[in-house]
């Protein structure tokens, strides 16, 4: 029996399920071509899913995964059934404060985008050498990757945006993949319940998973458009400078192209 089984949560156990954001990157153009399949995938949370659905990524090639939640959350669900193939697991936290970066205000704002774009913008910066990081684990990586979070929106939205901006790809391609989180907010907020509240709770925060949830809803995928926009403006001009500066070089730009082209 692992810790998944046993954990008690916002009520219960938590229940294992199926990703209901998870997907490939294939056939997204970049420069020079599109994504191949089985190079990298984006999900909401892989740390609670059925140990079916963690046969089924093993079998289809997912040999890597970057984990970019938060100390906290980890603590809550653990690695899950994935830990029991052999999987690489990247713990890359790209808000290593979470406690510190999010408060009840910050989450039930008003506009999505006055919300979200500067959360966005900040991790850019702020965690752009957690980026390269997890960028490097896809340029040599061997098999598979699948990066993470608990929604697979945030933290999953910026780091695909990076690699996606490496690889070469325009805003619209970029806005395009955000917004097929849309669609799934709903099915998230549901699978998702049952953390929320724990950690809420270890953050200090008190909030009603409903409110929070309906706050969701309001998901505007021009908030990726605008991110990207205001980092040109802080940068002249170049919406990866933070990640160039914390150490995305042409060597390694190379490398993920190598991984990633069809």
């Given at each position: 029996?692992?810790?998944?089984?046993t954990?008690?949560v916002a009520s219960?156990t938590?229940?294992?399920?199926?990703?209901?954001?998870?997907?490939?990157?294939?056939?997204?153009?970049v420069?020079?071509?599109?994504?191949r399949?089985?190079?990298?995938?984006?999900?909401?949370?892989?740390?609670?899913?059925?140990?079916?659905?963690?046969?089924?990524?093993?079998?289809?090639?997912?040999?890597?995964?970057?984990?970019?939640?938060?100390?906290?959350?980890?603590?809550?669900?653990?690695?899950?059934?994935?830990?029991?193939?052999?999987?690489?697991?990247?713990?890359?936290?790209?808000?290593?404060?979470?406690?510190?970066s999010?408060?009840?205000?910050?989450?039930v704002?008003?506009?999505y985008?006055?919300?979200?774009v500067?959360m966005?913008?900040?991790?850019?910066?702020?965690?752009?050498?957690?980026?390269?990081?997890?960028?490097?684990?896809?340029?040599?990586?061997?098999?598979?990757?699948?990066?993470?979070?608990?929604?697979?929106k945030?933290?999953?939205?910026?780091?695909?945006?990076?690699?996606?901006?490496?690889?070469?790809?325009?805003?619209?391609?970029?806005?395009?993949?955000?917004?097929r989180t849309?669609?799934?907010?709903a099915?998230?907020m549901?699978?998702?319940?049952?953390?929320v509240g724990?950690?809420?709770?270890?953050?200090?925060?008190?909030?009603?998973p409903?409110?929070?949830?309906?706050?969701?809803?309001?998901?505007?995928?021009?908030?990726?458009?605008?991110?990207?926009?205001?980092?040109?403006?802080?940068?002249?001009?170049?919406?990866?400078?933070?990640?160039?500066?914390?150490?995305?070089n042409?060597a390694?730009?190379?490398?993920?192209?190598?991984?990633?082209?069809?």
């Open positions: 029996m692992t810790l998944i089984d954990l008690p219960g938590l229940e294992r399920s199926a990703p209901v954001n998870l997907r490939d990157l294939a056939g997204t153009p420069a020079g071509g599109e994504i399949p089985g190079f990298a995938l984006r999900a909401d949370d892989l740390s609670y899913v059925s140990d079916e659905v963690a046969a089924a990524l093993v079998a289809d090639g997912l040999a890597h995964v970057i984990d970019l939640r938060s100390n906290i959350e980890i603590r809550i669900t653990g690695r899950g059934p994935l830990a029991d193939h052999a999987v690489s697991y990247h713990h890359v936290s790209l808000l290593t404060d979470l406690q510190g999010m408060s009840r205000d910050d989450l704002g008003g506009d985008r006055d919300v979200y500067p966005y913008v900040s991790m850019f910066e702020r965690s752009a050498p957690l980026i390269v990081n997890a960028l490097a684990v896809m340029a040599t990586a061997r098999g598979a990757v699948a990066f993470h979070c608990a929604a697979g945030d933290r999953t939205g910026v780091l695909a945006a990076s690699l996606l901006l490496a690889l070469g790809a325009d805003d619209d391609a970029i806005v395009e993949d955000y917004g849309g669609p799934n907010v099915a998230i549901s699978r998702t319940r049952a953390v724990p950690m809420m709770k270890a953050m200090g925060i008190e909030i009603d409903a409110v929070l949830a309906a706050s969701e809803q309001a998901f505007h995928a021009d908030a990726m458009r605008d991110t990207l926009s205001a980092l040109r403006a802080r940068h002249n001009g170049d919406a990866l400078a933070p990640v160039r500066e914390a150490g995305l042409g390694l730009i190379e490398m993920l192209r190598e991984r990633a082209l069809a």
